[in-house]
């Protein structure tokens, strides 16, 4: 209610008693005309607006609650709302009414009477921050087109982001495929001078006992050099192959992840397995690995195998940037409600210009990269409502940061659902 109207009923209220019939019945045309009104402009807006008393009764409803909820007649005034609206927890909302202050508690949920809709509700008390209760209001906004539309952006975006994935997968599985069927046509022709050897070798029988023994050493010799160039050309089809394997591998967790088995554990574990797989490799390419743990780091819940993937994929990458004697510094940190674990190297760092596209799937600056590591990391972090932050600077090294929440910052976003 406006301030004007709020200081009209204020002086109204304050001299009543002192009125005539004819002031008292100006007061009531006046109240009756803004009464008609508000009624008006309730009935004239899409919203639901319905009142309740402090014991959940309907008091009021404008015309889109009986488009809405189905409400009709006055039959429905004085009946319980739970009794309408089985959705909502009244007990809960009466509570916040009565320990006062201004709150607007908002809600989702769906319907199916008297049609399939979904709605967004907001209440409020109508005594504003007062304590105790005088009821509340109720508006309902119908937001299952605009829900629809959202689902419907989110399929194009799927359906975008797997024909993405798609034809850059096709297009990864090319290059292996063309030098495998390079090699099997190479390995094809030294198969074919196999063969002819020993037809070459029988038809020199019949010359001379020293040209035989010559051509015998020559047919021995090309023998060994045939099998070396398969042995060659087999183990850069097993390459390929293997190359092939873990393009699909990728790809397959990129699009069919797999929800996070979630307990409590301490990053700490997670980062001392993932040090204890890769150590071997960093060995052998002459790198190190550093420590910088936190003490009585709080736990986390979260997926380990999933967490550790991630790690490992991050770490591989530092690898592969880094030349020998390169060095990676693995660390642990927490917030008050976060922890984290950091990764930094040593390495060539990322060039300005690709640091927006480095999340992207198949975009890869390495020779043999498959562009999925980092996308598969960014994915298991958004499952596990987690963040992960870059920072890059090209010379000097990259340092990747993984946060996840604590346990207790989650039970407080579950509670938050009202704007105070």
Known sequence: MSSGKSNFLDKVLGRIGRLDSDGLQTVVQRLARERSFLETLFNTIEDGVLVVDEDGRILYFNHAVTEILGLEGKAVEGQSVSKHLPQIDWKQLSAFDRKGGQKVVRHEFEISYPSKRFLRLYTAPL??????????????????????????????????????????????????????????????????????????????????????????????????????????????????????????????????PVPPRLRRVSLNDAVMETVELLRPEFDNRGQTIEKKLAGRLPEAQFDLAQIKQALVNLA?????????????????????????????????????????????????????????GLMIVQRIMRAHNGRIELDSREGRGTMFRMWLPLPERETRLLKAGRDD
């Open 127 to 256: 005594d504003g921050e007062a304590s105790g209760s005088s009821g509340m209001v109720l508006i309902f906004h119908d937001a299952t087109e605009a829900r629809a539309r959202t689902f419907e952006a989110i399929e194009s975006q799927r359906i975008q982001a797997l024909t993405l994935l798609a034809a850059s997968v096709a297009h990864e599985i090319g290059n292996p495929l063309h030098a495998l069927s390079l090699h099997l046509q190479l390995m094809e022709r030294q198969i074919k001078k196999l063969k002819l050897l020993p037809r070459e070798l029988e038809a020199a029988r019949n010359e001379p006992k020293a040209r035989f023994q010559e051509r015998l050493t020559q047919v021995k010799q090309e023998t060994g050099e045939i099998a070396g160039r398969l042995d060659e050309f087999l183990a850069v089809a097993k390459g390929e192959i293997g190359r092939l394997d873990y393009i699909i591998t990728q790809f397959l967790q990129a699009i069919r």
């Open 316 to 372: 591989r990458n530092a690898m592969q940037a880094m030349g020998k004697g390169g060095v990676l510094t693995i660390e642990t940190g927490a917030t008050e409600e976060e922890v984290w674990v950091g990764l930094s190297d040593t390495g060539r760092g990322i060039p300005p210009e690709q640091m927006n596209r480095i999340f992207e799937p198949f975009f890869t600056t390495k020779k043999k990269g498959s562009g999925l």
